[in-house]
T-cell receptor, first 113, second 107 residues
């Protein structure tokens, strides 16, 4: 199965620490999305890439969040100086350009203590 | 800005038909998608409507009316495994998901 993979699946960190998550999309997909989801809510858009270009970033996203997709393949999402409010499931999805069918990874569950 | 509204919960019995509505306010509307998410799982794509009308995929159908900024997901011949949360989402430069409708299918 060559679906979307995310690493790690779970991360527990102390407030103020930096964390980095990785996403490996489906290989032929050139679009990659990051979302955040809290219990009982829908996924909240964070940012998306087409190939290596970051085309959109949510205005809700603070400067503590940064994402990269250096070679247009895998992507990383970094959160600096984590806060308890950052505790959530971080989801990655990928798709082909010009389609709206997104394939989601299993997510990384972040707990900030 | 973009916002979507869905009922928070729907309950139905096995074999029944259920309709989950979604209304949206958005600029730059490209289409309406539907996703299913089981507890502890990732969202999975169900359907996408770019144009007005009904799209049918097996037991699931999705409808869109762009003039009314409204769509719905229709689930027929409900099965226990359909118990999950269902999200509508509008696409464009980014994606905005609705708050989700939790469907409970009773025996």
């Amino acid at each position: 199965d060559t679906g979307v993979s995310q690493d790690p699946r779970h991360k527990i960190t102390k407030r103020g620490q930096n964390v980095t998550f990785r996403c490996d999309p489906i290989s032929e997909h050139n679009r990659l999305y990051w979302y955040r989801q809290t219990l009982g809510q829908g996924p909240e858009f964070l940012t998306y890439f087409q190939n290596e270009a970051q085309l959109e970033k949510s205005r809700l996203l603070s400067d503590r969040f940064s994402a990269e997709r250096p070679k247009g393949s895998f992507s990383t999402l970094e959160i600096q100086r984590t806060e308890q409010g950052d505790s959530a499931m971080y989801l990655c999805a990928s798709s082909l350009a010009r389609t709206y069918e997104q394939y989601f990874g299993p997510g990384t569950r972040l707990t900030v203590t | 800005g973009q916002s979507l509204e869905q009922p928070s919960e729907v309950t139905a019995v096995e074999g029944a038909i259920v309709q989950i509505n979604c209304t949206y306010q958005t600029s730059g509307f490209y289409g309406l998608s539907w996703y299913q998410q089981h507890d502890g799982g990732a969202p999975t794509f169900l359907s996408y409507n770019a144009l007005d009308g009904l799209e049918e995929t097996g037991r699931f159908s999705s409808f869109l009316s762009r003039s009314d900024s409204y769509g719905y997901l229709l689930l027929q011949e409900l099965q226990m495994k359909d118990s999950a949360s269902y999200f509508c989402a509008v696409g464009g430069q980014n994606f905005v998901f609705g708050p989700g409708t939790r469907l409970s299918v009773l025996p």
